[in-house]
C-alpha cells in the first residue's frame, strides 16, 4: 500500500486547465482515468488526509504509485480523450459498464454486392446497418420473416448464395417467394438494393408513406380488375402491419429518442436504455456496474452516454437524450453528442407529458434489472471472497491470491504439444490476459518437462520487463554487478510473437512501457497453479527457482481426487468437496484445460489440412483448388508433365514447373481410409485434407 504523498506533486507543477489525468500503479499500469474542468483543483481533492476521502478513493490513491496528466483545450477534447483512454487502458477504479449479454441486432450487410438481413452480435462494423438492440434474437426472426413478403431481401449465408449460383437453383425460400433470389439472376445487383435500402428505410420508421403507396396500388389493381395483385398487395400490407404492432406507439409526435434511467445502491447501478424511433421503442438493452469510484447520478449518466456513443457517428446518435440527471457541468457533454451526431442534440431531464411517464417505466426496468442482478450476484462478491480467503488459509499465504494464473498442457499422443495460461483477477475471469504457447524446447511426450519450459517462459518475460521498466537490474543468482552468462540466457527457447497469443485480440509484440497498455507478462501473480500432482509442482517449482522468483506460490490441481499438491510436500492438502476455495481452483483448472485443449485441436486441423501444394511459393488457393480439380488428386498431378500443368487455366510455365519440382520432393502420403469400416477411400495418394479441400468439406 503506498502513500499518496511519495507521489504527489509539488505545488504549482499541476496547470490550471483542463486535461485528462492518469493514476497509475507500482508496474506502470493505469487503475484509473479522469478529466477535470481545473487539473489543479481536482486532483488537489485526491491529496488530502485519507480519513475524509471516500473509501473506494482511498483505496485508490493508496494502490497508485504516481499520476500524470495531459492538458487540452477545451473540456469537449478532455470528454473525448477520456473515453479513448478508459477504453484503451481498461482501468480497474473507473466504472465500467458490463453488459449481461451480447445484444442482438438486425443488420443489413450494405458493403456487400448483394445486401443480406441477418442476426448480428458484437462490434459493429464499417457499411453495415444496423436495427435494434433486440432482447432476443427470435423477435428479430419473426420480425424479418413478417417483412421478407413485401421486401424479399436475401438472407442465406455467402456458401449457401454460392452454392445456389454454381447449381443454377435458388433454395427453398426462391420458391416460396420469400427471396429475390439474386443468387440465380431473378434480380439484378441494382434492383435488389434498391430493395434493401426500402427495407432498411422501413425499419428505419418511415413506414406511413411506404403503406399508403402500397393501399393505393391495391385500390388501382382493384380498379383494374387485377383482383390477385390486389389480394397479394393487401396480404402485404397485413404483413407490415403485424411487423409494426409488435412495437406498440409510446411517443405520439414520431419522436426519435433515447430514454436512459439508473438505479442504484451504495455499491452497484443498473442503467437501462429503452431507443425510440418513430416513436416505437425500437430497442432495449441494459448495464450492471460496481461503484469502484464515488460517483452522482449524473456522473453515471455520463459514463452511460460515453459508452452509447463513443463509437456512434451520424444518426445512430438521437436528436433527443432524455435522463434522469444531468452530469455537472452537462455543456461539453451535450456538445460531444452535437459533434458525434453532426447536428443539434438535446440532452434533458423529461418534466411532464407522456416522455415523462415513459421515463418512469424506463426507471421501473431499472430497479428491476438491479434487483434481479442483486439476486444472482449479490452472494457471488461474498463467495468469491470466501473462496480466496479459504485458499489462502489452506496453502498458507500470507495474503488472498487477488491474482491466479493457470497452466495446463495438451497434446495427441505427444503431436502438436501446447500449453495454455489462464488468468483469473478477483476470482473472475480476465481473458484479455489469457495466453497460448507452443512447446518447441523438445519433441515428443512430456508433461513434466513442457510445465518446467511454459513457467521459465512466462516469469523470463516478467522479468525482462521490469528490467526494461527499471525495477529490476540484476539477473537473478548473479553477484552484484556481475552480468549472467549466454547459457543461462538460453538455457529454455526465447518467447516471439509466434509462441504466444491472445484469446480476445490480437496482441502486439514486445513490451509497451510508456503508454500504460497491459504488456504480455509484466504482472505477477500471487498464484501459479498448474493441472497436475507433485511432478508437475516441482517442475513448475524448479523453473521459478532457476529464475530466483521466491514470491509468487504454487500448487498444482490433481483431477483424480481433486487433490491440492504444494511444493516438496509428500501429501496432498485436501479441500472440503463443499468448499468454496475447492470449486474455483476447479474452475480456474477447466479454463485453462478448455483453453489448451481448444487451440491444441486448432493447430492439429492446420496440420491435417495440409498439402504439399501448401509450400509451393506465389501458388494461392485459387489455383491451387483449380489445379486439384483439373487432375482429380495429388498422385495424377504428380504424375503429370509441365505442358500439362500449364493447361490449368491461370497457372504459367513457371508455376508449373515450381509445382512439379515441389511434388517430385515430396514424399507420397498414406492413402485415406474409413475407420469405421477400414475401407480406402482414395488409393491414389492423395491426402485426405486435399481430398476435402476438392469436394468442399472438412477432412
Same mark, same amino acid.
Given at each position: 500500500?503506498?502513500?499518496?504523498?511519495?507521489?504527489?506533486?509539488?505545488?504549482?507543477?499541476?496547470?490550471?486547465?483542463?486535461?485528462?489525468?492518469?493514476?497509475? #500503479?507500482?508496474?506502470?499500469?493505469?487503475?484509473?482515468?479522469?478529466? *477535470?474542468?481545473?487539473?489543479?483543483?481536482?486532483?488537489?481533492?485526491?491529496?488530502?488526509?485519507?480519513?475524509?476521502?471516500?473509501?473506494?478513493?482511498?483505496?485508490?490513491?493508496?494502490?497508485?504509485?504516481?499520476?500524470?496528466?495531459?492538458?487540452?483545450?477545451?473540456?469537449?477534447?478532455?470528454?473525448?480523450? /477520456?473515453?479513448?483512454?478508459?477504453?484503451?487502458?481498461?482501468?480497474?477504479?473507473?466504472?465500467?459498464?458490463?453488459?449481461?449479454?451480447?445484444?442482438?441486432?438486425?443488420?443489413?450487410?450494405?458493403?456487400?454486392?448483394?445486401?443480406?438481413?441477418?442476426?448480428?452480435?458484437?462490434?459493429?462494423?464499417?457499411?453495415?446497418?444496423?436495427?435494434?438492440?433486440?432482447?432476443?434474437?427470435?423477435?428479430?426472426?419473426?420480425?424479418?420473416?413478417?417483412?421478407?413478403?413485401?421486401?424479399?431481401?436475401?438472407?442465406?449465408?455467402?456458401?449457401?448464395?454460392?452454392?445456389?449460383?454454381?447449381?443454377?437453383?435458388?433454395?427453398?425460400?426462391?420458391?416460396?417467394?420469400?427471396?429475390?433470389? @439474386?443468387?440465380?439472376?431473378?434480380?439484378?445487383?441494382?434492383?435488389?438494393?434498391?430493395?434493401?435500402?426500402?427495407?432498411?428505410?422501413?425499419?428505419?420508421?418511415?413506414?406511413?408513406?411506404?403503406?399508403?403507396?402500397?393501399?393505393?396500388?391495391?385500390?388501382?389493381?382493384?380498379?383494374?380488375?387485377?383482383? /390477385?395483385?390486389?389480394?397479394?398487395?393487401?396480404?402485404?400490407?397485413?404483413?407490415?402491419?403485424?411487423?409494426?404492432?409488435?412495437?406498440?406507439?409510446?411517443?405520439?409526435?414520431?419522436?426519435?429518442?433515447?430514454?436512459?434511467?439508473?438505479?442504484?445502491?451504495?455499491?452497484?447501478?443498473?442503467?437501462?436504455?429503452?431507443?425510440?424511433?418513430?416513436?416505437?421503442?425500437?430497442?432495449?438493452?441494459?448495464?450492471?456496474?460496481?461503484?469502484?469510484?464515488?460517483?452522482?447520478?449524473?456522473?453515471?449518466?455520463?459514463?452511460?452516454?460515453?459508452?452509447?456513443?463513443?463509437? &456512434?457517428?451520424?444518426?445512430?446518435?438521437?436528436?433527443?437524450?432524455?435522463?434522469?440527471?444531468?452530469?455537472?457541468?452537462?455543456? @461539453?457533454?451535450?456538445?460531444?453528442?452535437?459533434?458525434?451526431?453532426?447536428? =443539434?442534440?438535446?440532452?434533458?431531464?423529461?418534466?411532464?407529458?407522456?416522455?415523462?411517464?415513459?421515463?418512469?417505466?424506463?426507471?421501473?426496468?431499472? =430497479?428491476?434489472?438491479?434487483?434481479?442482478?442483486?439476486?444472482?450476484?449479490?452472494?457471488?462478491?461474498?463467495?468469491?471472497?470466501?473462496?480466496?480467503?479459504?485458499?489462502?488459509?489452506?496453502?498458507?499465504?500470507?495474503?488472498?491470491?487477488?491474482?491466479?494464473?493457470?497452466?495446463?498442457?495438451?497434446?495427441?499422443?505427444?503431436?502438436?504439444?501446447?500449453?495454455?495460461?489462464?488468468?483469473? &483477477?478477483?476470482?473472475?475471469?480476465?481473458?484479455?490476459?489469457?495466453?497460448?504457447?507452443?512447446?518447441?524446447?523438445?519433441?515428443?511426450?512430456?508433461?513434466?518437462?513442457?510445465?518446467?519450459?511454459?513457467?521459465?517462459?512466462?516469469?523470463?518475460?516478467?522479468?525482462? /520487463?521490469?528490467?526494461?521498466?527499471?525495477?529490476?537490474?540484476?539477473?537473478?543468482?548473479?553477484?552484484?554487478? &556481475?552480468?549472467?552468462?549466454? $547459457?543461462?540466457?538460453?538455457?529454455?527457447?526465447?518467447?516471439?510473437?509466434?509462441?504466444?497469443?491472445?484469446?480476445?485480440?490480437?496482441?502486439?509484440?514486445?513490451?509497451? #512501457?510508456?503508454?500504460?497498455?497491459?504488456?504480455?507478462?509484466?504482472?505477477?501473480?500471487?498464484?501459479?497453479?498448474?493441472?497436475?500432482? *507433485?511432478?508437475?509442482?516441482?517442475?513448475?517449482?524448479?523453473?521459478? #527457482? &532457476?529464475?530466483?522468483?521466491?514470491?509468487? *506460490?504454487?500448487?498444482?490441481?490433481?483431477?483424480?481426487?481433486?487433490?491440492?499438491?504444494?511444493?516438496?510436500?509428500?501429501? @496432498?492438502?485436501?479441500?472440503?468437496? $463443499?468448499?468454496?476455495?475447492?470449486?474455483?481452483? =476447479?474452475?480456474?483448472?477447466?479454463?485453462?484445460?478448455?483453453?489448451?485443449?481448444?487451440?491444441?485441436?486448432?493447430?492439429?486441423?492446420?496440420?491435417?489440412?495440409?498439402?504439399?501444394?501448401?509450400?509451393?511459393?506465389?501458388?494461392?488457393?485459387?489455383?491451387?483448388?483449380?489445379?486439384?480439380?483439373?487432375?482429380?488428386?495429388?498422385?495424377?498431378?504428380?504424375?503429370?508433365?509441365?505442358?500439362?500443368?500449364?493447361?490449368?487455366?491461370?497457372?504459367?510455365?513457371?508455376?508449373?514447373?515450381?509445382?512439379?519440382?515441389?511434388?517430385?520432393?515430396?514424399?507420397?502420403?498414406?492413402?485415406?481410409?474409413?475407420?469405421?469400416?477400414? /475401407?480406402?477411400?482414395?488409393?491414389?495418394? *492423395?491426402?485426405?485434407?486435399?481430398?476435402?479441400?476438392?469436394?468442399?468439406?472438412? @477432412?
Amino acid at each position: 500500500m503506498a502513500d499518496p504523498s511519495s507521489y504527489r506533486p509539488k505545488p504549482g507543477q499541476i496547470p490550471d486547465s483542463p486535461g485528462v489525468y492518469k493514476f497509475r #500503479d507500482e508496474h506502470g499500469r493505469v487503475i484509473y482515468v479522469g478529466k *477535470a474542468k481545473s487539473l489543479r483543483q481536482r486532483l488537489a481533492n485526491y491529496f488530502q488526509d485519507l480519513a475524509g476521502l471516500h473509501p473506494r478513493t482511498r483505496t485508490m490513491v493508496t494502490t497508485a504509485a504516481s499520476v500524470e496528466w495531459t492538458v487540452v483545450s477545451t473540456e469537449v477534447e478532455a470528454l473525448q480523450l /477520456e473515453y479513448s483512454w478508459i477504453k484503451e487502458f481498461d482501468p480497474r477504479f473507473n466504472v465500467k459498464y458490463r453488459d449481461d449479454k451480447s445484444y442482438p441486432y438486425l443488420a443489413v450487410t450494405l458493403n456487400e454486392d448483394f445486401p443480406r438481413a441477418q442476426v448480428m452480435r458484437g462490434a459493429k462494423k464499417k457499411g453495415v446497418r444496423y436495427f435494434g438492440p433486440y432482447a432476443h434474437a427470435w423477435a428479430i426472426r419473426e420480425t424479418v420473416d413478417l417483412m421478407l413478403r413485401v421486401f424479399p431481401v436475401r438472407t442465406c449465408s455467402a456458401g449457401v448464395f454460392k452454392r445456389s449460383a454454381q447449381i443454377g437453383r435458388p433454395c427453398l425460400l426462391g420458391y416460396i417467394g420469400k427471396c429475390s433470389a @439474386p443468387c440465380v439472376g431473378r434480380i439484378s445487383e441494382a434492383d435488389h438494393r434498391e430493395l434493401a435500402e426500402e427495407f432498411c428505410d422501413f425499419m428505419a420508421g418511415r413506414t406511413g408513406a411506404y403503406i399508403r403507396r402500397l393501399e393505393r396500388q391495391m385500390q388501382d389493381a382493384a380498379e383494374e380488375m387485377e383482383y /390477385e395483385r390486389a389480394a397479394r398487395l393487401r396480404d402485404d400490407i397485413g404483413a407490415l402491419k403485424r411487423a409494426m404492432e409488435k412495437s406498440a406507439v409510446v411517443l405520439a409526435d414520431a419522436t426519435d429518442a433515447d430514454l436512459i434511467a439508473v438505479a442504484e445502491d451504495e455499491l452497484e447501478a443498473a442503467v437501462q436504455i429503452f431507443h425510440v424511433r418513430g416513436g416505437r421503442v425500437r430497442g432495449q438493452r441494459g448495464w450492471v456496474t460496481d461503484k469502484v469510484e464515488a460517483v452522482t447520478t449524473g456522473d453515471l449518466v455520463e459514463h452511460a452516454l460515453q459508452q452509447l456513443y463513443g463509437d &456512434e457517428q451520424g444518426d445512430a446518435v438521437p436528436k433527443e437524450v432524455l435522463v434522469p440527471a444531468l452530469p455537472d457541468p452537462v455543456e @461539453p457533454v451535450a456538445q460531444w453528442l452535437t459533434q458525434r451526431r453532426g447536428s =443539434q442534440v438535446s440532452l434533458r431531464i423529461p418534466q411532464r407529458g407522456d416522455k415523462k411517464d415513459l421515463m418512469a417505466t424506463v426507471g421501473r426496468n431499472a =430497479q428491476q434489472a438491479l434487483a434481479l442482478h442483486k439476486t444472482k450476484r449479490a452472494s457471488d462478491l461474498t463467495t468469491r471472497s470466501r473462496a480466496l480467503e479459504e485458499i489462502a488459509e489452506a496453502l498458507g499465504l500470507d495474503s488472498v491470491p487477488l491474482r491466479i494464473e493457470c497452466f495446463d498442457i495438451s497434446h495427441l499422443q505427444g503431436e502438436d504439444v501446447v500449453a495454455s495460461m489462464v488468468v483469473f &483477477e478477483d476470482g473472475l475471469a480476465r481473458k484479455s490476459e489469457y495466453r497460448r504457447f507452443q512447446i518447441r524446447g523438445f519433441a515428443g511426450q512430456d508433461d513434466v518437462r513442457s510445465m518446467h519450459e511454459v513457467i521459465g517462459r512466462r516469469f523470463r518475460r516478467y522479468l525482462q /520487463e521490469k528490467q526494461k521498466s527499471g525495477e529490476w537490474t540484476e539477473e537473478p543468482g548473479q553477484p552484484d554487478g &556481475e552480468a549472467p552468462e549466454a $547459457s543461462e540466457a538460453s538455457e529454455a527457447p526465447e518467447v516471439t510473437a509466434g509462441d504466444i497469443a491472445e484469446d480476445t485480440a490480437p496482441a502486439t509484440d514486445g513490451p509497451l #512501457d510508456d503508454d500504460g497498455r497491459p504488456k504480455r507478462f509484466a504482472y505477477p501473480p500471487q498464484l501459479v497453479v498448474v493441472d497436475g500432482g *507433485a511432478p508437475q509442482v516441482a517442475a513448475a517449482r524448479r523453473a521459478m #527457482d &532457476e529464475l530466483g522468483i521466491d514470491d509468487v *506460490a504454487v500448487c498444482g490441481l490433481a483431477k483424480r481426487l481433486e487433490e491440492v499438491w504444494l511444493p516438496g510436500e509428500d501429501d @496432498p492438502v485436501v479441500l472440503p468437496r $463443499s468448499s468454496e476455495g475447492l470449486y474455483l481452483l =476447479q474452475r480456474v483448472r477447466d479454463e485453462a484445460h478448455r483453453f489448451a485443449i481448444t487451440y491444441q485441436r486448432s493447430k492439429r486441423t492446420k496440420r491435417l489440412k495440409a498439402s504439399p501444394l501448401d509450400a509451393v511459393p506465389g501458388l494461392g488457393d485459387t489455383r491451387r483448388h483449380a489445379l486439384l480439380k483439373h487432375f482429380g488428386s495429388l498422385k495424377k498431378l504428380r504424375a503429370a508433365t509441365i505442358d500439362e500443368i500449364c493447361a490449368v487455366p491461370g497457372v504459367g510455365r513457371k508455376t508449373a514447373e515450381t509445382v512439379a519440382a515441389a511434388l517430385a520432393g515430396a514424399a507420397p502420403t498414406a492413402p485415406a481410409v474409413n475407420t469405421a469400416t477400414g /475401407e480406402i477411400i482414395e488409393d491414389d495418394g *492423395a491426402p485426405p485434407a486435399a481430398l476435402s479441400a476438392e469436394r468442399g468439406q472438412e @477432412p
